[in-house]
């Protein structure tokens, strides 16, 4: 027992300056992946600090070159019952962040993507900087743009949340910043003078928080072949109502065009698990028009289906091909878009009627004064 408790607190350093308290997530070999000790220690910070009225500033880094690379997914195939079970607790974490009534500033100094996007993007602040490097890559896995991405991905201009969680697009600081994903842009050689103005800022009013950020805040210049440059064709392709229509819309486009960016996009949807850009397209879409804790308890639903692997075994043969086989030759199944009926991924939406497998039940928030920002997002 006293192991577990130390290997908690070692991959999660904690330090408290005034009333800030500084999480540095703390696996860089890993590239900060979250482990299950990582998300309960993560928890159990939040819950505390959130009572505690002497802490008024969570801030959130990783250690190394990465903030967070994701899940630890490679651990969670071994077995499908903790596998649940540790998507059920990073959900529970992802809705406490994103109704937290203390400021979160996430620094993103480094990778960004999956379970790395859900421990940063729902919370107040989100820093990018140069190294920035943000990607929902789950369909490449044979999974779904998860932790509560059906929210803030449906949220981004126009369908570019579309195009990011389907294809898996890599975006940098910038793009981060042009499309709404971070909050600011701040060189990594200024944030330890940041993180210094911010152990001293004793306070969790917003506007005086954003104000110190503000002062070591750049406006950075998109490069001139960002994918955020293309948002007319994006949304021309991506607002379509299937993937197959997607598809073909690219391809109508690539003929007119000549463009190798189309080409690149096209190619990379026909190595994606059609499972997973159906299931993903639907649920970017149903999270449009539903609060942050709808689109977490749907999403508990599709990866318990997806954990089962009764519909489909997309998600295993990803994790082998990608992450354990390393061969990048999975065999989906089934192998075409055209092969997978509506009502198949229908049945990713529904409850699933096992005892065992219940419906996400989250934290209550009633009994706190939600700040407005908070309140937007039920």
């Given at each position: 027992?006293?192991?577990?408790?130390?290997?908690?607190?070692?991959?999660?350093?904690v330090?408290?300056?005034?009333?800030?308290?500084?999480?540095?997530?703390?696996?860089?070999?890993?590239?900060?992946?979250?482990?299950f000790?990582?998300?309960?220690?993560l928890?159990?910070?939040?819950f505390?600090?959130?009572e505690?009225?002497?802490?008024?500033?969570?801030?959130?880094?990783?250690?190394?070159r990465?903030?967070?690379?994701?899940?630890?997914?490679?651990?969670?195939?071994?077995?499908?019952?903790?596998?649940?079970?540790?998507?059920?607790?990073?959900?529970?974490?992802?809705?406490?962040?994103?109704?937290?009534?203390k400021?979160?500033?996430?620094?993103?100094?480094?990778?960004?993507?999956?379970?790395?996007?859900g421990?940063s993007?729902h919370?107040?602040?989100?820093?990018?900087t140069?190294?920035?490097?943000?990607?929902?890559?789950?369909?490449?896995l044979?999974?779904?743009?998860?932790?509560?991405?059906?929210?803030?991905?449906?949220?981004l201009?126009?369908?570019?949340?579309e195009?990011?969680?389907l294809?898996?697009?890599?975006?940098?600081?910038a793009?981060?910043?042009?499309?709404?994903?971070?909050?600011?842009?701040?060189?990594?050689?200024?944030?330890?003078?940041?993180?210094?103005?911010?152990?001293?800022?004793?306070?969790s009013?917003?506007?005086?928080?954003?104000?110190?950020?503000?002062?070591?805040?750049?406006?950075?210049?998109?490069?001139?072949?960002?994918?955020?440059?293309?948002l007319?064709?994006?949304?021309?392709?991506?607002?379509?109502?299937?993937?197959?229509?997607?598809?073909?819309?690219?391809?109508?486009?690539?003929v007119?065009?000549?463009?190798?960016?189309?080409?690149?996009t096209?190619?990379?949807?026909?190595k994606a698990?059609?499972?997973?850009?159906?299931?993903?397209?639907?649920?970017?879409?149903?999270?449009?028009?539903?609060?942050?804790?709808?689109?977490?308890?749907?999403?508990?639903?599709?990866?318990?289906?997806?954990?089962?692997?009764?519909?489909?075994?997309?998600?295993?043969?990803g994790?082998?091909?990608?992450?354990?086989d390393?061969d990048?030759?999975?065999?989906?199944?089934?192998?075409?878009?055209?092969?997978?009926?509506?009502?198949?991924?229908?049945?990713?939406?529904s409850?699933?009627?096992?005892?065992?497998?219940?419906?996400?039940?989250?934290?209550?928030?009633?009994?706190?004064?939600?700040?407005?920002?908070?309140?937007?997002?039920l």
């Amino acid at each position: 027992m006293a192991s577990s408790v130390s290997s908690q607190q070692d991959q999660v350093l904690v330090e408290a300056h005034s009333s800030a308290r500084i999480l540095t997530l703390n696996r860089p070999k890993q590239l900060n992946a979250l482990s299950f000790q990582m998300i309960s220690r993560l928890l159990e910070l939040f819950f505390a600090y959130e009572e505690d009225p002497n802490v008024k500033l969570v801030i959130l880094k990783g250690k190394g070159r990465a903030f967070c690379a994701g899940g630890d997914v490679a651990a969670v195939v071994r077995d499908t019952r903790a596998g649940a079970n540790f998507f059920l607790k990073e959900y529970t974490l992802n809705y406490l962040m994103a109704t937290y009534i203390k400021p979160q500033v996430s620094i993103l100094n480094g990778i960004v993507m999956g379970g790395g996007a859900g421990a940063s993007l729902h919370g107040r602040f989100r820093v990018a900087t140069e190294n920035s490097v943000f990607a929902m890559p789950e369909t490449a896995l044979g999974l779904f743009p998860d932790v509560g991405a059906s929210y803030f991905l449906s949220r981004l201009p126009g369908f570019f949340g579309e195009y990011v969680g389907l294809t898996g697009s890599r975006l940098d600081g910038a793009e981060m910043l042009a499309c709404g994903l971070a909050t600011h842009f701040v060189p990594s050689a200024k944030l330890p003078m940041l993180e210094a103005a911010l152990y001293e800022v004793d306070s969790s009013d917003l506007v005086i928080i954003s104000s110190i950020i503000d002062q070591y805040c750049e406006q950075p210049s998109l490069k001139e072949q960002s994918v955020y440059n293309r948002l007319d064709v994006i949304d021309r392709c991506f607002s379509q109502k299937t993937v197959e229509e997607i598809l073909s819309t690219l391809e109508r486009e690539v003929v007119h065009q000549m463009d190798g960016w189309i080409s690149a996009t096209i190619q990379t949807l026909k190595k994606a698990s059609p499972t997973s850009l159906k299931i993903s397209l639907r649920s970017i879409r149903e999270g449009r028009l539903q609060g942050v804790g709808p689109c977490l308890v749907r999403e508990y639903r599709i990866v318990c289906h997806v954990m089962r692997g009764e519909l489909s075994k997309d998600f295993f043969e990803g994790c082998r091909a990608i992450l354990l086989d390393k061969d990048r030759n999975p065999k989906w199944e089934p192998s075409k878009l055209e092969l997978i009926a509506d009502s198949t991924v229908d049945c990713y939406f529904s409850k699933v009627n096992i005892e065992e497998w219940e419906d996400l039940k989250l934290p209550t928030r009633s009994k706190f004064n939600l700040p407005p920002y908070v309140i937007a997002k039920l």
